[in-house]
T-cell receptor, first 109, second 114 residues
Framework: DAKTTQPPSMDCAEGRAANLPCNHS???????VYWYRQIHSQGPQYIIH???NNETNEMASLIITEDRKSSTLILPHATLRDTAVYYC??????????FGPGTSLSVIP | EPEVTQTPSHQVTQMGQEVILRCVPI?????FYWYRQILGQKVEFLVS????????KSEIFDDQFSVERPDGSNFTLKIRSTKLEDSAMYFC????????????FGPGTRLTVT
């Protein structure tokens, strides 16, 4: 099952950076860290993934610690549309995504 | 931007009836998946499909479920005899072949069994 720990909920002010933490202390050397989100009643949405290096795309940045035991997803300028449940997932299998409870992010006006 | 599509968006059926949920994955993707989400619960993996056969299935995916890729574009999930507890959102996903494992999900079909 999911090998990650995330806070159950977080708030963020609109326009500010949202920093979502994830612990994955048992991660092995070839396992990637993936982030997905699910906006209410919609299908999960892939955000970003990384192995060792920090990654950035048009949606977010992913900061992975040097020991790879934790990571942070950063939404640089959160908007109300970023209100969602965010899932940090560690996987090596191409066969399935195992969703944990995730972090419910509320972006507040 | 290419996306996964699913039809219908909402399906209501009576207990014991057969239902087929349809998905059109992204065109160059080779791996296909079904997930479900019971209201208020987490998204659960059902089955993965590659090269015209099931790669992996969960305990949920029993003999009442089947999947098929009848042509080059559609991917279907069939439930032979629906039960009340099959009521859920069903999400289709697909993935391109390669080293990256990210999956792209459709908007879902809400199945209501009465």
């Amino acid at each position: 099952d999911a090998k990650t720990t995330q806070p159950p909920s977080m708030d963020c002010a609109e326009g500010r950076a949202a920093n979502l933490p994830c612990n994955h202390s048992t991660i092995s050397g070839n396992e990637y860290v993936y982030w997905y989100r699910q906006i209410h009643s919609q299908g999960p949405q892939y955000i970003i993934h990384g192995l060792k290096n920090n990654e950035t795309n048009e949606m977010a940045s992913l900061i992975i610690t040097e020991d790879r035991k934790s990571s942070t997803l950063i939404l640089p300028h959160a908007t109300l549309r970023d209100t969602a449940v965010y899932y940090c997932i560690v996987e090596t299998s191409y066969d399935k995504v195992i969703f944990g409870p995730g972090t419910s992010l509320s972006v507040i006006p | 931007e290419p996306e996964v599509t699913q039809t219908p968006s909402h399906q209501v059926t009576q207990m014991g009836q057969e239902v087929i949920l349809r998905c059109v994955p992204i065109s160059n993707h080779l791996y296909f998946y079904w997930y479900r989400q019971i209201l208020g619960q987490k998204v659960e993996f059902l089955v993965s499909f590659y090269n015209n056969e099931i790669s992996e299935k969960s305990e949920i995916f029993d003999d009442q479920f089947s999947v098929e890729r009848p042509d080059g574009s559609n991917f279907t999930l069939k439930i032979r005899s629906t039960k009340l507890e099959d009521s859920a959102m069903y999400f289709c996903a697909s993935r391109v072949r390669g080293e990256s494992y990210e999956q792209y999900f459709g908007p879902g079909t809400r199945l209501t069994v009465t």
